[in-house]
């Protein structure tokens, strides 16, 4: 039960630096219309991003919308890895997009967006809404 708490607290912790960190850097804006950002690796970061979020939809919902029920795996063994080389590099493109805006600091303040935002989902109920 301890352990339990002591991860929520380490969640909420993790969810505020997350949003003290968006709000200081006024990071949307400075991605959307700041001209220093590097567009050719900020939009193939967001390609990346793109093929990351069609696997986790691809193996989250329509996999289990069509009744399969075999093991990731087993049914389609190259999903995992091809999503994972997607999020490792569009996270080191997203890096090299931003790199210009905030040098240095660029790894901190996207390593505690990252964080934060797992950590975030400490918060999303459960549902049972699917198989």
């Not at 075999?70 to 080389?85: D, G, H, K, M, T």
């Not at 080191?92 to 990252?114: E, H, K, R, S």
Request: hydrophobic fraction near 55%.
């Amino acid at each position: 039960k301890m352990e339990a708490i002591q991860n929520k607290i380490y969640a909420v912790l993790w969810t505020a630096a997350m949003i003290a960190v968006l709000y200081y850097t006024d990071f949307f804006r400075v991605c959307l219309t700041s001209s220093r950002v590097n567009r050719f690796w900020f939009n193939l970061s967001l390609i990346c991003w793109g093929v990351d979020g069609a696997a986790m939809i691809y193996l989250g919902f329509y996999l289990p919308f069509k009744g399969i029920t075999l093991e990731w795996n087993v049914y389609c063994p190259r999903v995992i890895p091809q999503a994972s080389a997607a999020m490792v590099l569009g996270s080191l493109f997203l890096m090299l997009g931003l790199w210009p805006v905030w040098g240095f600091l660029t790894p901190f303040i996207l390593g505690i967006t990252g964080i934060g935002f797992l950590m975030s989902l400490h918060f999303v109920p459960a549902c049972s809404c699917c198989p």
